[in-house]
Structure formats: structure tokens, C-alpha cells
């Protein structure tokens, strides 16, 4: 449990990382969103039978990021509105 926690903060760093421009996110979400990435990611690899969401594998991974990513460009778009704190 612990290493899914820290894989998805690391999702997060990756994701923020790729994504260009500014970021109006605080490292705190960031995090979160990365951690609800890699969620996702484990999910899809899962379902297209390329991994297993309790495993740390490449496409797992490259799911996580792709999700982390829009994840945090949802956020930004509604941090435009209103500030997320």
C-alpha cells in the first residue's frame, strides 16, 4: 500500500513534469491527482490485459502519466474559475 501511495506521487512529479506550461495546481494536488493517475493507469492496463493494477510495469506506468496528465489539465481548467487550494 505504501509503495502504491509513494508510486503515485511519483505519477504526479512525472505528470506535472510533461505537461508544459505553468501550473496553477499546489504540490498537494498534484500528488493527489497523480495518485488518482496511476489509479486509473493500473485500471486500463488491467482491463487491456498488459499488466495488473497490484504490479509496477511499463504500460501501467505510461497509462498513469497519460491520465495523471489530463488530470491535472482538467484541474487547471477549472482552477481558471475558481483557485484550488
Not at 505519477?11 to 496553477?24: D, E, F, T, Y
Not at 493507469?41 to 491520465?67: D, H, M, R, Y
Request: positive net charge; charged residues 10%; glycine residues 16%.
Amino acid at each position: 500500500m505504501i509503495g502504491f501511495i509513494v508510486f503515485g506521487l511519483v505519477v504526479g512529479a512525472l505528470a506535472r513534469l510533461v505537461k508544459p506550461g505553468r501550473q496553477n495546481l499546489t504540490i498537494l494536488w498534484t500528488l493527489i491527482l497523480g495518485l488518482v493517475g496511476s489509479v486509473i493507469g493500473g485500471t486500463i492496463a488491467s482491463a487491456l490485459g498488459v499488466g495488473e493494477i497490484t504490479e509496477l510495469n511499463f504500460w501501467g506506468t505510461v497509462f498513469a502519466v497519460i491520465a495523471a496528465v489530463l488530470l491535472i489539465g482538467v484541474a487547471e481548467s477549472m482552477a481558471g474559475r475558481k483557485k484550488v487550494s
